[in-house]
């Protein structure tokens, strides 16, 4: 089955600086590549996502790029703000058979100190 | 705005209890998910709905976890008899599709002890 590694496990930057957290996965398959972020006692909701047909997207401060042959994706947060500390989850969606399941990395702690 | 809905949202049982969660995914949602995650960790996939029909349970500790999705809408997650190693978040999360955006409940927190 698909497995997702992600790093760092926890990231500490300045107000203002960027941060970067970046993902491999296994299946060569998996072709839909999300990002959640987890508040503090919240649930995971979704940033952003790209799909395996293009190679970077991007929504104001948060971009992700993707790397089919290397299997790797990465998320960029720049100008970090403190609201932005959260963990931060990547994710694969991959065929399990004829469907497809959603696997998840372990998660990025990400502290933006103000 | 539709979100999934999860109840309750804390339980504390002791061990060899029976404990059972539900969920209601936002209508139309035809893929529903459960997920485990333990402090510090991320979701760990234990079942996957497509409507009715399970697709996915490989990570689902069949001796003492089961769900069910009878009428293809909202879900229940079983465990019987609960376990100390049993305590985590149980997230349930649903999508149009198992390609597009899964939506998260709010969870429930069990504790066994």
């Known amino acids: 089955g698909e497995n997702v590694e992600q790093h760092p496990s926890t990231l500490s930057v300045q107000e203002g600086d960027s941060a970067v957290i970046k993902c491999t996965y296994s299946?060569?398959?998996?072709?839909?590549f999300p990002w959640y972020k987890q508040e503090l006692g919240k649930r995971p909701q979704l940033i952003i996502d790209?799909?395996?047909?293009?190679g970077e997207k991007k929504d104001q401060r948060i971009a992700v790029t993707l790397n089919k042959t290397a299997k790797h994706f990465s998320l960029h947060i720049t100008e970090t703000q403190p609201e932005d500390s959260a963990v931060y989850f990547c994710?694969?969606?991959?065929?399990?058979?004829?469907?497809?399941?959603?696997?998840f990395g372990k998660g990025t702690l990400l502290t933006v100190n103000p | 705005e539709a979100e999934v809905a999860q109840s309750p949202r804390y339980k504390i049982t002791e061990k060899s209890q029976a404990v059972a969660f539900w969920c209601d995914p936002i209508?139309?949602?035809?893929?529903l998910y459960w997920y485990r995650q333990i402090l510090g960790q991320g979701p760990e996939l234990l079942v996957q709905?497509?409507?009715?029909?399970?697709?996915?349970d490989s990570q689902l500790p069949k001796d003492r976890f089961s769900a069910e999705r009878l009428k293809g809408v909202d879900s229940t997650l079983k465990i019987q008899p609960a376990e100390l190693g049993d305590s985590a978040m149980y997230l349930c999360?649903?999508?149009?599709?198992?390609?597009?955006?899964?939506?998260f409940g709010q969870g429930t927190r069990l504790t066994v002890v």
């Open positions: 999360a649903s999508s149009l599709g198992v390609r597009a955006e899964a939506f």
């Open positions: 299946d060569s398959a998996s072709n839909y």
């Open positions: 790209i799909r395996s047909n293009v």
């Open positions: 994710a694969a969606s991959n065929p399990g058979g004829s469907n497809y399941k959603l696997t």
């Open positions: 209508s139309g949602h035809a893929t």
């Open positions: 709905f497509q409507d009715e029909s399970v697709v996915d």
